[in-house]
């Protein structure tokens, strides 16, 4: 599993709050600056077509799924699939 979280380090609500539930959770997670990493801007606005950040990258046994924005369903269910796989 991998989960990455693109986000902007100033005024960001959903950038700080997406992080914290993920912290809360006991869910690893990469951060990238996507204000001074201009690869990721192009990624994040180019290839997914997202104008917004966070933008949430998770990356489980070759399916990916992503989203942009605070999603507390998108959130949640990745805390769930997570959780669920620690406990087997």
């Avoid at 201009?38 to 997914?48: D, G, Q, V």
């Amino acid at each position: 599993m991998t989960l990455t979280i693109y986000t902007k380090p100033a005024g960001c609500f959903g950038c700080a709050k997406t992080k914290q539930k993920f912290t809360e959770a006991g869910i690893d997670f990469h951060e990238v600056d996507v204000t001074t990493n201009p690869a990721a801007f192009e990624y994040i606005t180019e290839e997914l077509g997202y104008s917004q950040v966070p933008v949430v990258v998770y990356d489980k046994d070759g399916t990916e799924n992503h989203w942009s924005g605070l999603n507390p369903g998108g959130i949640e269910q990745i805390i769930t699939i997570e959780s669920t796989d620690r406990d087997v």
